[in-house]
């Protein structure tokens, strides 16, 4: 019942902070087109979608599109309170011709080192409703058919380099979570231009003092350590990560735990991985690509295994996407997906 509560005041403190709350941005329309197979229990293997975002409205932004699968909508706002705080909202609510729906809301909030976000969603329709590659998708989703979900996260920042994090998960999975992040520069010493040298005067008297070596940053290596624990699960969790200056990134994490920690007979090893790697301009001046694939079979609603590329690249007055994906469903079954994309700012001349 307390869970409840919650969730239902999270939907609803999204609804009602959003008016209050002001944003810009650029309004742009976009289309979609994607093959999954198999296909969902509930629809056809194809879809197709056409939709507008970031249309001015009442002080926030307003989204909305139309799919051969659903009518969805969203609404965004943000707050800004130098120097005290921002607020961000989002509401977004998506309807089907079998009257199935789905609304959620997510609240972010920033006030010096304290970050928290919280979220939650309800619905009678899984989460392909909205992305048909969903259930092959970088971050776990909960593929449930109808049910309800809800994410809080706090961030404080010890300094400039290290994060304390406190995390739950409520729905499928009842979880919480604790860790740190941390971040480290790594630098290089720049070779001295000899024009800067200082030059004997010839006078006999001392020379300039050399000035210290000059350095440039690199990259950015990062890491991550902490333990996640509920009901069906205790583990530990590890990962690293590093980027370039260029905008390359890596990254890699990692689980090692118990399932069923509580019960003597169903105790069961469990560990899981999951790595990205992305791109900037590699196929050419502002593009990007991302690899990314994850294997956790200890989540309850979300699929084990998920492998994909996703890749955009501007194409005359927009921008084209590629998605493919594929893995294995919370079913056991194999599957993939593609889906096609393009988009353009309508603000352009």
């Not at 790594?186 to 050399?210: E, F, H, K, N, Y």
């Not at 990134?249 to 469990?270: C, F, H, I, K, P």
């Not at 791109?279 to 079979?297: I, K, M, N, Q």
């Amino acid at each position: 019942m307390l869970l409840r509560f919650s969730l239902r005041a999270v939907l609803l403190g999204g609804l009602l902070t959003a008016p209050a709350l002001t944003a810009a941005h650029a309004t742009s329309l976009n289309f979609g087109v994607a093959y999954v197979r198999p296909a969902d229990p509930w629809s056809w293997p194809t879809w197709g979608r056409v939709g507008v975002d970031d249309v001015s409205v009442g002080g926030g932004t307003l989204s909305a599109s139309v799919s051969t699968r659903a009518l969805s909508v969203g609404y965004r706002q943000g707050l800004s309170l130098p120097p005290l705080a921002t607020i961000t909202a989002r509401t977004d609510l998506t309807v089907t011709a079998q009257r199935g729906y789905r609304i959620g809301s997510q609240v972010s909030g920033s006030a010096g080192p304290v970050a928290v976000t919280a979220s939650g969603t309800y619905f009678t329709v899984p989460a392909t409703v909205n992305d048909p590659l969903a259930t092959y998708a970088e971050a776990p989703v909960d593929l449930r058919l109808k049910g309800w979900n809800a994410d809080l996260a706090v961030r404080y920042r010890v300094n400039r380099d290290l994060v304390a994090v406190v995390g739950s998960e409520f729905g499928p999975q009842n979880q919480g979570a604790l860790g740190v992040e941390g971040r480290r520069s790594l630098t290089r010493v720049v070779p001295p231009d000899p024009a800067d040298q200082p030059q004997d005067a010839g006078d006999g008297s001392d020379p300039a003092p050399v000035p210290d070596p000059e350095t440039e940053v690199t990259g950015t290596v990062t890491w991550r350590a902490g333990v996640r624990g509920g009901a069906d699960l205790l583990a530990v969790t590890g990962g690293v990560g590093y980027a370039t200056p260029a905008g390359v990134t890596l990254n890699l994490d990692a689980l090692a735990g118990v399932q069923d920690w509580r019960s003597a007979q169903n105790r069961a090893r469990t560990w899981g991985l999951s790595g990205s790697v992305a791109a900037p301009d590699l196929l050419g001046e502002g593009s990007t690509l991302r690899a990314y694939a994850a294997y956790e079979p200890w989540r309850a609603a979300a699929s084990p295994l998920r492998a994909g590329v996703t890749s955009e690249l501007p194409a005359g007055p927009g921008t084209v996407s590629l998605d493919v994906a594929g893995g294995r469903g919370p079913d056991g079954a194999l599957g993939f997906g593609v889906k096609l994309g393009y988009s353009f700012d309508l603000s352009r001349p």
